[in-house]
């Protein structure tokens, strides 16, 4: 009865069977208890460092977006700014051309 049982789960015609005999010969053998841990293990990292570092990919792409606004924005002020200095300069220089006449 177990040799055809372990000849369908080398078959791999009952794959339920082969993952219980599997977990029941890793609990009996230290090493491949040992061994499957670290795989999971291993593969659960994994997963989170590549779920980490597509995070990290996208938080970059905003930051770098954020920081592109950032130097529009700065621009924009600084533009408004020379225009305003402009625009006060002009006024001035109006006011004191006006400011002569009278006198």
């Known amino acids: 009865m177990m040799s055809s049982l372990r000849l369908e789960i080398q078959d791999g015609s009952t794959s339920g069977l082969g993952t219980a005999t599997g977990l029941m010969t890793s609990f009996h053998n230290p090493l491949l208890y040992t061994d499957s841990v670290e795989f999971m293990w291993s593969e659960y990292l994994l997963e989170n460092v590549l779920s980490l570092t597509r995070q990290v990919a996208h938080l970059q792409e ?42």
């Open 62 to 103: 905003q930051l770098s977006e954020r920081e592109e606004e950032l130097g529009d924005l700065k621009a924009e002020r600084n533009n408004t700014r020379v225009c305003l200095l402009a625009t006060i300069k002009v006024q001035n220089h109006k006011n004191s051309a006006i400011h002569q006449r009278h006198y």
